[in-house]
Antibody, heavy 122, light 116 residues
Framework: QLQLQESGPGLVKPSETLSLTCTVS??????????WGWIRQPPGKGLQWIGN???????YYNPSLKSRVSMSVDTSKKKFSLRLSSVTATDTAVYFC???????????????WGQGTMVTVS | QPVLTQPPSSSASPGESARLTCTLP?????????IYWYQQKPGSPPRYLLY?????????GSGVPSRFSGSKDDSANTGILLISGLQSEDEAEYYC??????????FGGGTKLTVL
């Protein structure tokens, strides 16, 4: 059964770069049927899609975050990563990684989620 | 980024049905959109429930009971999540999501469903 686990610092200083990694276990990261995504949730608020990355490294980013976001994938280690630069307090959130079904060359559902990791900017 | 509008809260009694709505902006036609629904309970990640495009093109997430279903109201440009036979365990936050352009997604603000 596929599982995802986020890891990274829980505290980041303002203006610095937030870096998180998601480790995939129990399944393959290399296939054309899935992308890998990041979603965040500020405390007490709703979900915000951050972006997706395929195993080839192709990315899609939320336009509102695009200037600060970068994602990468390491298929040999079955990991994908998120970097968010120039963070402020508004970037404080629980960050989730998730598997995205990719159906007929289009994004579909986030069907497997990590437990999430809280990142505080302070 | 487009905005998907969900009522902040809804309530219903056990055994009844709950109808949760997700209104798309006027420049996105719900008729041509896949609507995805997620359930989130406190302290847990979201859980994929289902997607709905039409009665002939829809799907339930793995392990999701058939009490959950989707539909659309084209006249209101709205996606709908219907939960029949409400149970106390259905009390949660529900989010809709669409992919308005290939690879770029947006969530609704969420509806907190209370089972009275």
């Amino acid at each position: 059964q596929l599982q995802l686990q986020e890891s990274g610092p829980g505290l980041v200083k303002p203006s610095e770069t937030l870096s998180l990694t998601c480790t995939v276990s129990g399944g393959s990261i290399n296939n054309n049927n899935h992308y890998w995504g990041w979603i965040r949730q500020p405390p007490g608020k709703g979900l915000q899609w951050i972006g997706n990355i395929g195993y080839t490294g192709k990315t899609y980013y939320n336009p509102s975050l695009k200037s600060r976001v970068s994602m990468s994938v390491d298929t040999s280690k079955k990991k994908f990563s998120l970097r968010l630069s120039s963070v402020t307090a508004t970037d404080t959130a629980v960050y989730f990684c998730a598997r995205l079904r990719w159906y007929v060359s289009a994004a579909d559902a986030f069907d497997v989620w990590g437990q999430g990791t809280m990142v505080t900017v302070s | 980024q487009p905005v998907l509008t969900q009522p902040p809260s809804s309530s219903a009694s056990p055994g009844e049905s709950a109808r949760l709505t997700c209104t798309l902006p006027s420049d996105i036609d719900v008729h041509y959109s896949n609507i995805y629904w997620y359930q989130q309970k406190p302290g847990s990640p979201p859980r994929y429930l289902l997607y709905y495009f039409s009665d002939s093109e829809k799907g339930l997430g793995s392990g999701v009971p058939s009490r959950f279903s989707g539909s659309k109201d084209d006249s209101a440009n709205t996606g709908i999540l219907l939960i029949s036979g409400l149970q106390s365990e259905d009390e949660a936050e529900y989010y809709c999501m669409i992919w308005p352009s290939n690879g770029s997604g947006v969530f609704g603000g969420g509806t907190k469903l209370t089972v009275l």
